[in-house]
């Protein structure tokens, strides 16, 4: 059974940078085709993808944020790390990782977001 | 890359089908067949109900069916019931292992 678990503080104040943790189990992050992302969702907005590493290391960001974000994974403690520099007011939401398969050497998989979080509130206020 | 296109809103009454449009360009939706849709309740974590266009996980109803036409992909709820209200995204592969979701659309069962 797959699941993941998103911790990191719930208050951040404007400017500082956010780190957010996933903690998973039911898988490993070394396995081909795996990956782990993140989305973000604003109170009564859309979800957002965010940023997504997978089994290889390769990492892939939003291009709107990607000079705001940096992923990283450690295999050996099942976790991923999310941190988000510069952090404003707008960036408040609640911050979702999520394990994904994709189609890769010819193996056909889910190639979707099919196990989540339960997602983490971020307030960003002074 | 741009959020897909959904309607904000739509709305059936239960036993009632209805379509969830979901347009993206020929970079995404158009050229990759990695289409997915997400349900999402009030307070709750989205859940997967269609994946490569037009696969259910398993334990998803057979009421939830998944299409798509050249940019356009679409999610259709036959048998509407109560349960079905929320909040529904469709989530597409833009190419060089990257994603976007569309804006997501409110289904309300009257």
């Known amino acids: 059974q797959i699941t993941l678990m998103e911790s990191g503080p719930t208050l951040v104040t404007p400017t500082q940078s956010l780190t957010l943790t996933c903690t998973f189990s039911?898988?490993?992050?070394?396995?081909?085709?795996?990956?782990v992302g993140w989305v973000r969702q604003p109170p009564g907005r859309a979800l957002e993808w965010l940023a997504l590493i997978y089994w290889d290391n390769d990492k892939r960001y939003s291009p709107s944020l990607k000079g705001r974000l940096t992923i990283t994974k450690d295999t050996s403690t099942n976790q991923v790390v999310l941190t988000m520099s510069n952090m404003d007011p707008v960036d408040t939401a609640t911050y979702y990782c999520?394990?994904?398969?994709?189609?890769?050497?010819?193996?056909?998989?889910?190639?979707?977001?099919?196990?989540w979080g339960q997602g983490t509130m971020v307030t960003v206020s002074s | 890359q741009s959020a897909l296109t959904q309607p904000r809103s739509v709305s059936g009454s239960p036993g009632q089908s209805v379509t969830i449009s979901c347009t993206g360009t020929s970079s995404d939706i158009g050229y990759y067949n990695y289409v997915s849709w997400y349900q999402q309740h009030p307070g709750k974590a989205p859940k997967l109900i269609i994946y490569?266009?037009?696969y259910r996980p398993s334990g998803v109803p057979d009421r939830f069916s998944g299409s798509k036409s050249g940019s356009t992909a679409s999610l259709t709820i036959s048998g509407l019931q109560a349960e079905d209200e929320g909040d529904y995204y469709c989530?597409?592969?833009?190419?060089?292992?990257?994603?976007?979701f569309g804006g997501g659309t409110k289904l309300t069962v009257l």
């Open positions: 490569d266009v037009s």
């Open positions: 039911g898988f490993s992050l070394t396995t081909s085709g795996v990956g």
């Open positions: 989530c597409s592969y833009v190419g060089g292992y990257s994603w976007v």
């Open positions: 999520a394990h994904i398969t994709i189609t890769f050497g010819g193996v056909p998989r889910r190639d979707a977001f099919d196990v």
